[in-house]
């Protein structure tokens, strides 16, 4: 059985774009009349055959469209302090698109070890990851944002919106005298969600008493120590079951 290519054209208009061109023409060997499938990032796929085919450009003819239904309800939404070392933060990018979610937002926090990040190489990560999956919505990557905007921000934004509930959550490892809810059992199914985790050295207690004051829930993700980028994962995953149709 032949394997099915995806590729990502957000504007559908027939040729692929630079990166996407190479791939499919100079890797993959396609040529005129091989069949692909092009998806817009958008909730739409379309069977498509490949008219041009040369070092510079990959042209294709829209056979059928094919509107995808959502895997998930709800908005997905990771904030995460990015590790010192870059390639955890690509591993995270890649496996949770694999799994799914809606956004990815950088934290720049008090004991952040990195205070940069490649957000264009980031979003070429999941750009592969969505084609892999099959997913039929692009995650938005957003630039790194100071911890105390961050926050501002997703709270103002969900006391603007009165059609749609946004729950916040913020992950750290202090106790303070209370044992923080489980984040699954406090995520609303369907619901949309923004959770906050801190870099390898926890977000200060100050950030986190900023965060409670602006409408951010203090949770747990169990028991475990986790890093940076599994405790990404871990509450991508319990987001992503929550959330499941």
Not at 230 to 240: I, N
Request: charged share 30%; proline share 4%.
């Amino acid at each position: 059985m032949k394997e099915i290519r995806f590729f990502y054209d957000p504007e559908l208009k027939g040729v692929l774009p630079k990166e996407e061109a190479a791939h499919a023409v100079r890797v993959l060997r396609q040529k005129v009349g091989d069949e692909i499938f092009v998806m817009d990032g958008h909730g739409m796929f379309c069977r498509a055959e490949i008219t041009t085919a040369d070092n510079h450009h990959c042209m294709y003819r829209i056979v059928e469209h094919m509107p995808q239904e959502r895997a998930w309800m709800g908005n997905i939404h990771l904030a995460i302090a990015p590790t010192k070392l870059n390639d955890r933060m690509e591993w995270l990018a890649e496996k949770a698109t694999e799994i799914g979610w809606d956004e990815l937002s950088f934290l720049d926090t008090r004991y952040s070890e990195r205070k940069v990040i490649k957000t264009d190489r980031i979003g070429r990560i999941v750009v592969s990851a969505v084609k892999q999956s099959h997913k039929a919505w692009m995650p938005a990557v957003n630039e790194m944002t100071p911890f105390r905007d961050f926050v501002k921000e997703q709270f103002d934004k969900s006391m603007a919106d009165t059609d749609t509930r946004y729950d916040l959550f913020i992950c750290h490892c202090y106790d303070e005298g209370e044992d923080k809810p489980f984040l699954m059992d406090v995520l609303e199914p369907g619901g949309n969600a923004v959770v906050m985790i801190g870099p390898e050295g926890d977000f200060s207690m100050d950030e986190v008493r900023f965060a409670e004051e602006h409408g951010f829930r203090a949770v747990s993700l169990g028991r475990s120590r986790l890093r940076t980028e599994t405790a990404g994962l871990v509450a991508v995953h319990m987001m992503q079951i929550r959330n499941r149709i």
